[in-house]
């Protein structure tokens, strides 16, 4: 079973710079597609961006499209997102999902799980 750890968030202005890691263990991560999400405090947990196992295939939520990078090195079990020109709405907790299924922007596709990093992006 892969076990999900996200890590590299925190606290950044308007404009700055961030990229979360998300490590995994455990069975072969090349054979999962990863996906990144985000739930802000009282909203549903939305899609950020997902990359595809061999990591040649990506695709972007719309909000964040030509900010953010995914990207990951297989070698290392490491799947990141780069997140560049922050804005105070990217303030959520983000969370890496893997699925062994499909290549997907929905929470359900996704079985495996972080915990979750706090970004918080102030004014």
């Known amino acids: 079973q892969v076990q999900l750890v996200e890590s590299g968030g925190g606290l950044v202005q308007a404009g700055g710079s961030l990229r979360l890691s998300c490590a995994a263990s455990?069975?072969?991560?090349?054979?999962?597609?990863v996906g990144w999400f985000r739930q802000a405090p009282g909203k549903d947990r939305d899609f950020v961006a997902a990359?595809?196992?061999?990591?040649?295939?990506?695709t972007y939520a719309d909000s964040v499209r030509g900010r953010f990078t995914v990207s990951r090195d297989n070698a290392l079990n490491t799947v990141y997102l780069e997140m560049d020109s922050l804005k105070p709405e990217d303030t959520a907790v983000y969370y890496c999902?893997?699925?062994?299924?499909?290549?997907?922007?929905?929470?359900?596709?996704?079985?495996?799980w972080g915990q979750g990093t706090q970004v918080t992006v102030s004014s």
């Open positions: 999902a893997a699925s062994s299924r499909v290549f997907s922007r929905t929470v359900s596709a996704y079985d495996l």
């Open positions: 455990g069975q072969t991560f090349s054979s999962y597609i």
């Open positions: 990359i595809n196992r061999s990591g040649g295939g990506l």
